[in-house]
């Protein structure tokens, strides 16, 4: 296993190109097995969570490349398994039930384990799936689904789960008739998602509302497609400009997106725009402060960027709250963060940040993907030097995050642990 060492203090000053997105990358491949014909996929991110869906894939019939960021997918014989020891590793292996089931009429698909940041069952997906024909059995840690062919229905999920959208739109999409799904994820990945599928033949309608009407067709095709930009890595490099007090330009940011994280930062004395060559800069404009933050789904304040603010809050003035309310133990930065010497304190699904004058450099564990993107930024700004451990979480969701920080000045490096 790997960790990453920082030397902190440095105001990092350059340009970052942002990569492709995780979050909408890995539903566009899983959706790949609804292609009859050969899928061409650019801007794919170099992430350890693609290798392992490209790997489920393969598994499940469906031959793929992937060179330079560029991924080709052509299904030669559909498989209706996806084995545990995959989907144990990566919760989103679950969205190949929608496809399988939609083409084959079978899936069995390992129950995805808990993760560090919380049981995250799969029911939503399981219940919309059964008003569509699909049956459920739960045999030896596997779900196991059949249906005689998936009938479109009217569809109102308890919460808008972005998984149980994304799964739904794959299902409904090759599904007979029309299916109406309420009270959606609205997510820009969700939308990036059913772009493709209309890229396919799809015929979708409202993605990006609480309400997407799907005709289903009887096949769809391959296609040649761009994967969206990351909004939350965008969000990352935005947060690491303002909290080394340094002057970022971020290539490709998707700053659509994020209106609710653009607005929390411009409220810490972070200056956020758009500059007319299309890139996107990022210093802070004053002293930073303290500020009060509700998780939600989009396009409220996105959860994915909760530990990154609360690294910023840390050295801010003053101090702030964050109301974690989409996962329910999402807070195992807070302990390394306080090793660090920030002043957190914790109520229920509520931290309480008050800032300090400066953080310290220590030793500290990542625990999951966006736990250790905060503590990679709070060992930017510390004093001294911080040693993060386990940062193959990191490696999941961040395509050469070192490399990036080092060209703009950060004193970082990877070593074997
Ligand atoms: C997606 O996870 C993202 N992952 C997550 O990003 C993101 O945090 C999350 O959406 C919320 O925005 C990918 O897109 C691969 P959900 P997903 O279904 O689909 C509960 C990252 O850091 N729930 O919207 O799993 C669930 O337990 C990752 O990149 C049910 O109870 O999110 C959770 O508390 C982390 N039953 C909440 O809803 C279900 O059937 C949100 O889940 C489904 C979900």
Known sequence: MDKLIIKGGVPLKGTINVSGSKNAALPILTACLLAKGPVRLTNVPRLRDINTTLKLLNILGCETTFEDNVVTAQVKELKPEAPYELVKTMRASVLCLGPLLGLLGEAKVALPGGCAIGARPVDLHL????????????????????????????????????????????????????????????????????????????????????????????????????????????????????????????????????????TKLREMNVYVEKQTDGTVLVHRNGPLMGVDVVTQPHPGFPTDMQAQVMALMCVAEGS??????????????????????????????????RGVEHLEGAPVMASDLRASASLVLAGLVAKGTTEIQRIYHLDRGYERMEEKLSAVGAIIRREPE
């Open 127 to 262: 219940k919309a799936l059964e008003r569509m024909g699909a049956k459920f059995i739960l045999d030896s840690g596997y779900i196991h689904g059949i249906c005689g062919g998936l009938v479109g229905a009217r569809i109102m999920f308890d919460f808008p789960t972005v998984g149980g959208t994304e799964n739904l739109l794959m299902a409904a999409s090759v599904a007979k008739g029309c299916t109406i799904l309420e009270n959606c994820a609205r997510e820009p990945e969700v939308v990036d998602l059913a772009n493709f599928l209309i890229a396919m033949g799809a015929r979708i309608r409202g993605a990006g509302t609480s309400v997407i009407e799907v005709e289903g067709v009887r096949e769809l095709k391959g296609c040649e497609y761009r994967v969206m930009p990351d909004r939350i890595e965008a969000g990352t490099y935005l947060v690491a400009g303002a909290i080394t007090d340094g002057e970022l330009k971020l290539v490709d940011c998707p700053l659509e997106d994020l209106d609710a994280l653009v």
């Open 320 to 353: 702030g709250s964050i109301q974690e309310k989409i996962f329910e133990n999402r807070f195992m930065h807070v302990s390394e963060l306080g090793r660090m010497g920030a002043r957190i304190t914790l109520k229920d699904r509520t931290a309480m940040v």
